[in-house]
């Protein structure tokens, strides 16, 4: 029963990995956006990107350790 509770917990803890994920993908979509209006400001709004890709990875990656947290402990 535990073990069960244990892999049910992991898997709901997994739903953050979709956030992430839908966030990189609003992150470059914008990028891509920025660029194609802009392209003299296209060095610093891929710095901007790659600060918001790595902030939404490092949520994911949270998210991530919970879950192996709540499944190996």
Do not use: D, H
């Amino acid at each position: 029963m535990l073990a069960a509770a244990k892999m049910i917990g992991a898997g709901i803890a997994c739903v953050g990995l979709v956030g992430a994920g839908i966030g990189i993908g609003n992150i470059f979509a914008a990028l891509i956006s920025a660029s194609s209006r802009n392209p003299e400001a296209k060095a610093q709004a891929f710095a901007y990107g790659i600060l918001g890709f790595a902030l939404a990875e490092a949520t994911g990656l949270f998210a991530l350790m919970i879950a192996f947290l709540v499944l190996y402990s």
